[in-house]
C-alpha cells in the first residue's frame, strides 16, 4: 500500500468511515450531463454566502436537492430550505440527516399562497422566479418579504432575458417568467 501523508491520510480515512458524499436527484443529473453548469450553480451559492455572511436564520426558497446549502452554511448559523416538490424535500431531508449536516432544516411550502410562519433576518432565491407564472410573482415576492424581519435581506438570482436566445429548448419551455435588470428591480421594489 502507498504511502501518504498525513493530510491526504485524514482524507482517506474519512471517506472509509463515512463514504463519498450523495448528490441530490437534479444535481447528480447536471453533474452527469455537463459538470461546468454544475460549477456555476455552487458559484451562486458562494456569491450568496459572501453576501450573507454573519445572518442567524436564513430562508432558501426553492431549494430543490439544496446540493448549494452548505456553501451558505459556512457564513451563517442556520437555513431552512422550501420546496413545493415533496419527493426532493423529502430526499434533502434523508440525504442531510445521513451526512449529519447541522444547522439545516426542510418543508414543503408554497410560498405563492402564504408567508411563512417564522421570521428570517434574511431570504434567497436562485433560478426559481423564472418558473413562477407572471400573474403569481407579486404574491411570490410579497410572501418572502413577509416572512423577513423588517431589515431582512432577500437575494434573487435569475436568467437575464436578454439571454433567451442563447437558452436551450427545454430551458425556454420551463422558463415562463425571465425578467430583464428593469423588470426585476421594478417587482423587488
Not at 35 to 41: D, N, S, Y
Not at 74 to 96: L, P, T, Y
Not at 99 to 115: A, C, M, Q, W, Y
Not at 169 to 178: A, P, Q, V, Y
Request: hydrophobic share 35%; net charge negative; charged share 25%.
Amino acid at each position: 500500500m502507498e504511502s501518504h501523508c498525513s493530510v491526504q491520510q485524514a482524507q482517506i480515512d474519512t471517506y472509509i468511515k463515512s463514504g463519498g458524499l450523495t448528490l441530490g436527484p437534479w444535481t447528480s443529473n447536471q453533474a452527469r450531463i455537463d459538470p461546468r453548469k454544475l460549477c456555476i450553480f455552487l458559484s451562486r451559492y458562494k456569491f450568496v454566502a459572501k453576501m450573507l455572511s454573519g445572518k442567524k436564520n436564513v430562508l432558501e426558497v426553492g431549494c430543490g436537492d439544496a446540493d448549494g446549502m452548505p456553501i451558505v452554511l459556512q457564513e451563517v448559523s442556520s437555513v431552512h430550505g422550501i420546496d413545493i416538490d415533496e419527493f426532493i424535500i423529502n430526499d434533502a431531508k434523508k440525504r442531510f440527516l445521513s451526512e449529519n449536516i447541522k444547522g439545516t432544516s426542510f418543508s414543503l411550502h408554497d410560498v405563492i399562497k402564504n408567508p411563512l410562519n417564522t421570521l428570517y433576518d434574511a431570504a434567497f432565491s436562485l433560478d426559481v422566479i423564472e418558473h413562477i407564472p407572471n400573474k403569481d410573482e407579486e404574491e411570490f415576492v410579497a410572501n418572502i418579504a413577509s416572512s423577513l424581519t423588517n431589515d431582512g435581506v432577500f437575494i434573487i438570482g435569475t436568467p437575464n432575458k436578454t439571454a433567451d436566445q442563447y437558452a436551450s429548448e427545454g430551458s425556454r419551455k420551463s422558463h415562463i417568467n425571465l425578467q430583464s435588470h428593469e423588470s426585476l428591480k421594478n417587482l423587488m421594489m
